[in-house]
């Protein structure tokens, strides 16, 4: 049956193309049973299920992607992309897998962003460390200190002290 709406999808499309002024939907319906007819030499006898379903974004993505692809316009010309209400409805929704691939991205992400914070503050409190053992045996030394242990001395205790 799916298959069957779906082959009708283009006769009915094909039909709608050839729409001249003064015909109606019936017409056009019409001429995509002949259309349909010629195609695959057997009636199709489920407009009621099609009549359903044409309207579904399915098939409304069908009709609107063979219009882009025939635009006569130069290709030299400007042509306005709308992006009102319409565009949006047009979209179609994200599927099953590529959501739970999203949404895994999205963990991994999420993941590796508290990863590191930790891993930044590890490093944080282990240049600590290492400043107040620096200190510590700066601190601890019995001879006299040179005049850059004396700076560095001062620099580490102004340093573990604002922090």
Same mark, same amino acid.
């Given at each position: 049956?799916?298959?069957?709406?779906?082959?009708?999808?283009?006769?009915? #499309? &094909?039909? =709608?193309?050839?729409?001249? $002024?003064?015909?109606?939907?019936?017409?056009?319906?019409?001429?995509?049973?002949? *259309?349909?007819?010629?195609?695959?030499?057997?009636?199709?006898?489920? #407009?009621?299920?099609?009549?359903?379903?044409?309207?579904?974004? !399915?098939?409304?993505?069908?009709?609107? &992607?063979?219009?882009?692809?025939? /635009?006569?316009?130069?290709?030299?010309?400007?042509?306005?992309? $709308? /992006?009102?209400? %319409? &565009?949006?409805? =047009?979209?179609?929704? *994200?599927?099953?897998?590529?959501?739970? &691939?999203?949404?895994? +991205? #999205? +963990?991994?992400?999420?993941?590796?962003? $508290?990863?590191?914070? *930790?891993? %930044? !503050?590890?490093?944080?409190?282990?240049?600590?460390?290492?400043?107040?053992?620096?200190?510590?045996?700066?601190? =601890?030394? !019995?001879?006299?200190?040179?005049?850059?242990?004396?700076?560095? +001395?001062? !620099?580490? *205790? =102004?340093?573990?002290? $604002?922090?």
């Amino acid at each position: 049956m799916n298959d069957l709406v779906c082959k009708f999808c283009g006769p009915f #499309e &094909a039909a =709608t193309r050839e729409k001249t $002024s003064g015909q109606n939907e019936n017409d056009v319906l019409k001429r995509a049973h002949e *259309i349909f007819y010629n195609n695959h030499k057997k009636k199709f006898n489920l #407009e009621h299920a099609w009549k359903e379903l044409r309207n579904d974004q !399915k098939w409304c993505d069908l009709s609107t &992607a063979k219009n882009k692809g025939n /635009s006569k316009k130069r290709k030299g010309e400007y042509v306005a992309q $709308s /992006s009102g209400p %319409q &565009a949006l409805e =047009t979209d179609r929704p *994200i599927g099953v897998k590529a959501a739970k &691939a999203r949404r895994v +991205k #999205e +963990k991994s992400v999420a993941e590796f962003e $508290s990863m590191w914070s *930790i891993k %930044q !503050k590890d490093l944080a409190m282990k240049e600590r460390l290492s400043n107040m053992s620096l200190l510590d045996s700066l601190i =601890t030394k !019995k001879e006299p200190l040179a005049d850059y242990e004396e700076v560095l +001395k001062k !620099k580490l *205790i =102004t340093e573990l002290l $604002s922090t």
